[in-house]
């Protein structure tokens, strides 16, 4: 079964129902590429009027975490994947529509051979790009994602 921006958005209702909630939506994924995407509105602003930090990190992190899982899915083996760390570096204010696009797809499979191989967990970084309506970075998110063969 492939995965799907539509298949991701269900199970973000199901399954992470507090970025569903605030909007939070995969635009487009492939093996290499992965676009989510957030309106600021009500729901999901700070004290500042803009799109709270947290929002920002859900929908990163699903730019990255969708790439893996898709990795993981076509392996067709067992393997856990978990979040170790990460970072962020916030560059002007989020408002209106922020997409975030994470294009290290590419990283995911060398490691889960390794995984697979050798049965030691493997970690690698990834990173993903917030930008406005106007093309402009608001923020960047690079995140430690761990792995191992279950």
Same mark, same amino acid.
């Given at each position: 079964?492939? #995965?799907? +921006?539509?298949?991701?958005?269900?199970?973000?209702?199901?399954?992470? +129902?507090?970025?569903?909630?605030?909007?939070?939506?995969? !635009?487009?994924?492939?093996?290499?590429?992965?676009?989510?995407? &957030?309106?600021?509105? @009500?729901?999901?602003?700070? +004290?500042?009027?803009?799109?709270?930090?947290?929002?920002?990190?859900?929908?990163?992190?699903?730019?990255?975490?969708?790439?893996?899982?898709?990795?993981?899915?076509?392996?067709?083996?067992? &393997?856990?994947?978990?979040?170790?760390?990460?970072?962020?570096?916030?560059? !002007?204010?989020?408002?209106? !529509?922020?997409?975030?696009?994470?294009?290290?797809?590419?990283?995911?499979?060398?490691?889960?051979?390794?995984?697979?191989?050798?049965?030691?967990?493997?970690?690698?970084?990834? !990173?993903?790009?917030?930008?406005?309506?106007?093309?402009?970075?608001?923020?960047?998110?690079?995140?430690? @994602?761990? #792995?191992?063969?279950?």
């Amino acid at each position: 079964m492939n #995965i799907s +921006p539509q298949k991701l958005n269900s199970f973000l209702m199901f399954k992470l +129902p507090s970025a569903w909630f605030c909007g939070v939506r995969v !635009k487009e994924i492939n093996d290499t590429n992965c676009v989510t995407g &957030v309106r600021h509105s @009500w729901i999901n602003q700070n +004290p500042f009027n803009s799109l709270y930090f947290a929002v920002q990190a859900m929908a990163a992190e699903l730019s990255t975490g969708a790439l893996v899982m898709t990795a993981i899915r076509r392996s067709g083996k067992p &393997v856990s994947m978990l979040v170790a760390q990460n970072k962020a570096h916030f560059t !002007k204010k989020a408002t209106g !529509k922020i997409t975030f696009i994470c294009n290290d797809g590419n990283l995911i499979n060398s490691a889960i051979a390794e995984t697979l191989k050798t049965g030691e967990g493997q970690a690698f970084w990834m !990173k993903s790009r917030g930008v406005n309506e106007q093309g402009q970075e608001v923020s960047v998110f690079e995140f430690e @994602w761990t #792995i191992k063969a279950k």
